[in-house]
């Protein structure tokens, strides 16, 4: 900022008010202090030795509060007129709200001409420490409100509660892409012949499954009411494909009823790497085959479980 006079354009003539005004000028780029009053209506009289003929862009004025604001706050310097008071945040300035200022505490109000409009302002500084708030053991901030909101005291279950589920039994595992909760999930289970299942009926079909990051584990029961017409080898619907390389999984039969007499010992299932099903087997005579419609009654059931690897 250019001083009003310079020096060395001085003549004797010159008037004592040129010092004066060069006096002013410099006196109005410091912080000038006022005594202050009110509480969201501030008065400010500047000392008694640094005069204010009117606001002028970004000069600062500081006091001590004697209240504490309890709302919005506008500030009144020397008579000038009142101009709100505003706080600076991370989205602009914005209007107080409450306990931004406070009793007994140094502030500085700094003038802005184009805030409100260009009705003009100040931006408030103050020298108030944040400090946190007390909580209570075992909790830390977080905000768990769905928006917008400060920071409170949360235990780590609401928390977890809030970013991946409430759902009782989930387990926390490493997606593609991000942490996220898995939950007991349903499925459903059916029978194939020939890798088809042309008029298969049933009277129970349920599945349930869990995965564990790649590893999925299910249980199952189908009761049938009719097998079809399709013929071929028997396998399972699986809850989720098995991954490609050496991922492969297995299927253990707990209980079945009504299967052809044929089947003598209790049946299981392999999973093939990348299948989507699993194969339904039988051992007999040293032997192992594949189960097929044969060994299937209209009434036939199998209730058991799947282990499988994704990925």
């Known amino acids: 900022m250019a001083l009003p006079h310079t020096f060395a354009s001085l003549v004797a003539t010159s008037p004592l008010s040129y010092f004066d005004d060069n006096f002013n000028a410099v006196g109005a780029l410091t912080v000038i202090p006022c005594t202050v009053a009110g509480t969201n209506a501030l008065v400010l009289t500047p000392a008694a030795n640094s005069p204010v003929p009117s606001y002028a862009n970004i000069a600062a004025f500081s006091g001590i509060a004697a209240n504490t604001n309890s709302g919005a706050v506008t500030a009144n ?31 500085v109000l700094f003038y802005d001409a184009m805030l409100n409009s260009n009705v003009g302002g100040f931006h408030l500084q103050t020298a108030t420490v944040a400090t946190s708030s007390a909580i209570a053991d075992d909790t830390v901030l977080a905000n768990i409100s769905g928006g917008v909101a400060p920071a409170t005291g949360h235990t780590l279950s609401d928390i977890f509660d809030d970013v991946f589920t409430s759902v009782q039994g989930a387990i926390l595992a490493r997606g593609a892409s991000i942490w996220d909760a898995n939950v007991e999930t349903s499925w459903t289970p059916s029978l194939a012949f020939g890798g088809a299942s042309v008029g298969v009926t049933y009277g129970t079909q349920i599945g349930r499954y869990l995965s564990i990051g790649y590893f999925t584990v299910g249980l199952f029961t189908v009761v049938l009411t009719s097998k079809g017409s399709s013929t071929g080898a028997a396998t399972l619907s699986l809850p989720a494909s098995a991954g490609g390389g050496s991922r492969k999984g297995s299927l253990v039969v707990s209980d079945y009823t009504a299967l052809d007499a044929g089947v003598t010992t209790v049946p299981f299932g392999s999973i093939a790497a990348s299948a989507a099903v699993a194969t339904l087997r039988k051992a007999g005579a040293g032997t192992i085959t594949a189960l097929a419609d044969t060994d299937f009654t209209n009434t036939s059931a199998l209730s058991g479980f799947v282990f499988v690897f994704t990925g």
Not at 81 to 104: F, H, M, Q
Request: charged residues 15%; without cysteine.
């Open 77 to 107: 310097v020397g008579g000038l007129g009142a101009r709100n008071v505003y706080k600076d945040t991370s989205s602009g300035p914005a209007a107080l709200s409450g306990n931004e200022i406070i009793a007994g505490n140094s502030f």
